[in-house]
Structure formats: structure tokens, C-alpha cells
């Protein structure tokens, strides 16, 4: 049995930090909220979707410091102490992710309200969580309901949504190392999973020139993208069609860095060198991470090249039961400087 959970509703438009109450009586949501942010998305969407709900529910807030079990584990004592029927997360892909396993994990329903357009688990099944050292992608379930609020996502820097385009144009190696995983290994593959996915990745090349923009329909391009990326895993019941050796690569700096950069970032960068370990046209994917003004290199992503060796060098034991480009001996120093420095990543 394959069991595909998704939204039942997903609202993309303009001022809705209001609209929240509106949508939790549509799904019947019980009279007792808590809403999630961090510090600084408090302020920005967080206090105003709070006094707006207050309104009509009885809602308690916390604040989430960072995604780790820990965090997680505060909020199900605080559901379950609290009587909490439902949740919603006000923030970027770390709030979002507390909020997604903490509900689950509490057996609620949780609404997401991103801040940013920058990773796909806007509206996906599954939560990148701080683990013993290394973040892994642990089965959720998806929120019941997606609000994506544009003028939101707009004020946020440019940066975010740059970020979001890294995060989708992973897609493409993602889904080479599935096809690798699937021929050599016997893996479960979804064509549909997997196309669905790789139409994301699509839509940010052609769409490159738009989205540099940074206005109202960037962000909304870029916010449809992530929705299917993130549906798409959905589908699969697992993140494989959305994060492979690239995905690796940047929780290996997560995990050697005291200051990484943005998820969606590292993870452009890492879908050039392993586009390039595929065999793919990985001048193209660079091409367009340029045209968007993201970081194409170590300097631009602000991390000395010797983290970016030593993160494609331990990539591939990071999570060692999804099989990738990088297999199981992962690379050696020299095969990692080298594929470095041909695509110019340093
Ligand atoms: N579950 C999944 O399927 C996926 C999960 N992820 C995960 O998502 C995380 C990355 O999310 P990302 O959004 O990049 O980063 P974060 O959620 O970690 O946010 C980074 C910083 O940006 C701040 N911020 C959020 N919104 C705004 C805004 N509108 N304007 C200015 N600053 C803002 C945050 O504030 P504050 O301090 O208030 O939080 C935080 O300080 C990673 O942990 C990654 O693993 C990524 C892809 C898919
Ligand atoms: O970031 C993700 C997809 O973009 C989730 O991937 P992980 O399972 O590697 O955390
Ligand atoms: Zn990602």
C-alpha cells in the first residue's frame, strides 16, 4: 500500500494575515490554537496572524529558536499540556518543519504560513530536523492547509527567493540519483513523483529572467514550483525526488559549519558539481543559478573552499541508506578539489 497524503488546501494571494480564522472554521479546526514563529518572524507576519486569530479562537504562541528534536519535543509538552488542537507555523522552512513534526507527532492538524519562498517544504510531507549532528528528513504529514501570503514573501530579501530557485533546481539530480538508486539498487521509483518534481526544476530555467525580478510574479512562480516540488515528494512518501548528493552536500556543511549559508543556496551549489559528476549540462545549471543572482561559488556563499571539500567528501555518509551519484565510498580529496574546480565552485 503507498499512502499519498496532500494538502486539502493550498491559498496563494495577497494580505492573509487575516484570513487564517476563516480558513481553520472552513476545515472545523477546534477552538484551541498554537502558533509558531521565530524571533524575527514574529514581527514580521507572526504577531499580526496572532491578534487576528485571537478574534475567534483561544490561541497560545511559542517561540522557535531552531529545528531540533529538542524544539520539537518542547512544543508536543506544550500541546499536550496545553490541550492544543491545531497549530500554525509563521516562518521559514525551520519553523515550518517544528510545527510539521510536532503536529504529528501530537496527532493535530498544523496550518503552514511561510514567510520566505526559499525550500520546498512549504506544503511537503516531511521534516528536516536537527538530529544528533546531522539533519535528516524524518515522515510527517502535510499541512492541512498551505496560506502563502505574496506581500509576505515579497519583503523578504531577494536572497530567499534566489534560495528557492537552488532549492528547486536540486530536483534534477535529485531524480538522477533516484533513477541510479532505482536500476542499481531496486529502489521504489515514482514516474509521476519524479516528473512532477523535475517540472519544478524546469519552470526556474525557463523562468529565470522573471524571477530575477523579484516582484509579485517571481514570487509566485517560485512559490507554485515549490508547492509541486513539495507534492511531489508527497507522492513518493519520502523527499528522494527533491533532495539527492546535493541535499547531502549541504547538510554536511550544516553539520561543519557554526554559520551556514541559507538551505536552498548550498544546495544550488551542490547540484553544479553533482550535475557535473552525472554527466549532466552543468554549465546550464550555473547559468541560472547566475541569472537569478544566486551564489555560484564559495566566495559568493561567504564558506572558505576547504568546508566545501570537506563537505563532498563526507556527503555520502551523511545518510547512508539513500544511494547517490557519490556512492558508498563517497569521493576522495582529490576527485572532490578537482570537480571543484572544473565547475568552478571554488
Ligand atoms: N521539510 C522539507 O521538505 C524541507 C525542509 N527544508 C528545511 O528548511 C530549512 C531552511 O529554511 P529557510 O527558509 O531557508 O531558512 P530558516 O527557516 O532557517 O530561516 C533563516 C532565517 O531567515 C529568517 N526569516 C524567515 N522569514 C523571513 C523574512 N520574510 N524576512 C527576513 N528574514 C526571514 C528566519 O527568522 P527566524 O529566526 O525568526 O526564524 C531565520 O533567521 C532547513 O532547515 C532545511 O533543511 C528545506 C527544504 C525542504
Ligand atoms: O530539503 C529537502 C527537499 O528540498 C528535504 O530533503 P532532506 O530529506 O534531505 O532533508
Ligand atoms: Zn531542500
Given at each position: 500500500?503507498h499512502l499519498?497524503?496532500?494538502?486539502?488546501?493550498?491559498?496563494?494571494?495577497?494580505?492573509l494575515?487575516?484570513?487564517?480564522?476563516?480558513?481553520?472554521?472552513?476545515?472545523k479546526?477546534?477552538?484551541?490554537?498554537?502558533?509558531?514563529?521565530g524571533?524575527?518572524?514574529?514581527?514580521?507576519?507572526?504577531?499580526?496572524?496572532?491578534?487576528?486569530?485571537?478574534e475567534?479562537?483561544?490561541?497560545?504562541a511559542?517561540?522557535?529558536k531552531?529545528?531540533?528534536?529538542?524544539?520539537?519535543?518542547r512544543?508536543?509538552?506544550?500541546?499536550?499540556?496545553?490541550s492544543?488542537?491545531w497549530?500554525i507555523?509563521?516562518?521559514?522552512?525551520?519553523i515550518?518543519?517544528?510545527?510539521?513534526?510536532?503536529?504529528?507527532?501530537a496527532?493535530?492538524?498544523?496550518?503552514?504560513f511561510p514567510?520566505?519562498?526559499?525550500?520546498d517544504?512549504?506544503?511537503?510531507?516531511?521534516a528536516?530536523i536537527?538530529?544528533?549532528?546531522?539533519?535528516?528528513?524524518?515522515?510527517?504529514?502535510?499541512?492541512i492547509?498551505?496560506?502563502?501570503?505574496?506581500?509576505?514573501?515579497?519583503?523578504?530579501p531577494y536572497?530567499?527567493?534566489?534560495a528557492?530557485v537552488?532549492d528547486m533546481?536540486?530536483?534534477?539530480t535529485?531524480v538522477k540519483?533516484w533513477?541510479?538508486?532505482?536500476?542499481?539498487?531496486?529502489?521504489?521509483?515514482?514516474?509521476?513523483?519524479a516528473?512532477?518534481s523535475l517540472?519544478?526544476?524546469?519552470?526556474?530555467?525557463k523562468n529565470?529572467?522573471?524571477?530575477?525580478?523579484?516582484?509579485?510574479?517571481?514570487v509566485?512562480?517560485?512559490v507554485?514550483?515549490l508547492?509541486?516540488?513539495?507534492?511531489?515528494?508527497?507522492i513518493a512518501g519520502?523527499s528522494r525526488?527533491?533532495?539527492?548528493?546535493?541535499?547531502l552536500?549541504?547538510?554536511a556543511?550544516?553539520?561543519?559549519?557554526?554559520?551556514?549559508?541559507?538551505?536552498?543556496e548550498?544546495?544550488?551549489?551542490?547540484t553544479i558539481v553533482?550535475?557535473?559528476?552525472?554527466?549532466?549540462?552543468?554549465?546550464k545549471?550555473r547559468d541560472?543559478?547566475?541569472?537569478?543572482?544566486?551564489?555560484?561559488?564559495?566566495?559568493?556563499?561567504g564558506i572558505?573552499?576547504e568546508?566545501?571539500?570537506?563537505?563532498l567528501t563526507i556527503a555520502?555518509?551523511?545518510r547512508?541508506?539513500?544511494?547517490?551519484i557519490?556512492?558508498?565510498?563517497?569521493l576522495?580529496k582529490?576527485?572532490?578539489?578537482?570537480?571543484?574546480?572544473?565547475?568552478?565552485?571554488?
Amino acid at each position: 500500500m503507498h499512502l499519498m497524503e496532500l494538502p486539502r488546501e493550498v491559498i496563494l494571494g495577497e494580505n492573509l494575515k487575516d484570513k487564517v480564522s476563516e480558513v481553520a472554521k472552513r476545515l472545523k479546526l477546534n477552538e484551541r490554537a498554537l502558533i509558531l514563529y521565530g524571533k524575527k518572524t514574529k514581527k514580521i507576519a507572526g504577531n499580526e496572524v496572532e491578534k487576528h486569530l485571537k478574534e475567534d479562537f483561544n490561541v497560545s504562541a511559542l517561540t522557535i529558536k531552531a529545528p531540533t528534536m529538542q524544539e520539537v519535543e518542547r512544543v508536543i509538552r506544550f500541546i499536550e499540556d496545553n490541550s492544543i488542537g491545531w497549530i500554525i507555523g509563521v516562518g521559514g522552512g525551520s519553523i515550518i518543519d517544528v510545527a510539521k513534526l510536532s503536529s504529528f507527532k501530537a496527532d493535530i492538524p498544523f496550518i503552514s504560513f511561510p514567510t520566505t519562498a526559499s525550500h520546498d517544504g512549504i506544503a511537503s510531507a516531511n521534516a528536516s530536523i536537527k538530529d544528533l549532528g546531522a539533519k535528516t528528513s524524518i515522515k510527517a504529514k502535510p499541512p492541512i492547509a498551505v496560506i502563502v501570503d505574496v506581500k509576505v514573501i515579497k519583503t523578504a530579501p531577494y536572497r530567499f527567493l534566489a534560495a528557492g530557485v537552488g532549492d528547486m533546481i536540486s530536483n534534477l539530480t535529485a531524480v538522477k540519483d533516484w533513477q541510479l538508486a532505482h536500476k542499481l539498487k531496486g529502489e521504489y521509483y515514482s514516474e509521476y513523483a519524479a516528473s512532477l518534481s523535475l517540472m519544478s526544476a524546469k519552470m526556474v530555467i525557463k523562468n529565470a529572467d522573471v524571477i530575477r525580478l523579484g516582484n509579485e510574479e517571481s514570487v509566485r512562480k517560485v512559490v507554485k514550483g515549490l508547492i509541486s516540488s513539495s507534492v511531489a515528494m508527497s507522492i513518493a512518501g519520502s523527499s528522494r525526488p527533491a533532495s539527492g548528493a546535493e541535499h547531502l552536500f549541504s547538510h554536511a556543511l550544516d553539520m561543519l559549519l557554526e554559520k551556514p549559508a541559507l538551505h536552498g543556496e548550498q544546495c544550488g551549489i551542490g547540484t553544479i558539481v553533482m550535475a557535473y559528476l552525472h554527466g549532466l549540462n552543468w554549465k546550464k545549471i550555473r547559468d541560472t543559478l547566475k541569472r537569478v543572482n544566486a551564489p555560484t561559488n564559495a566566495y559568493e556563499l561567504g564558506i572558505e573552499p576547504e568546508y566545501i571539500i570537506e563537505a563532498l567528501t563526507i556527503a555520502h555518509t551523511i545518510r547512508p541508506d539513500r544511494y547517490t551519484i557519490l556512492g558508498k565510498e563517497g569521493l576522495t580529496k582529490e576527485a572532490a578539489e578537482k570537480a571543484a574546480k572544473i565547475t568552478g565552485i571554488i
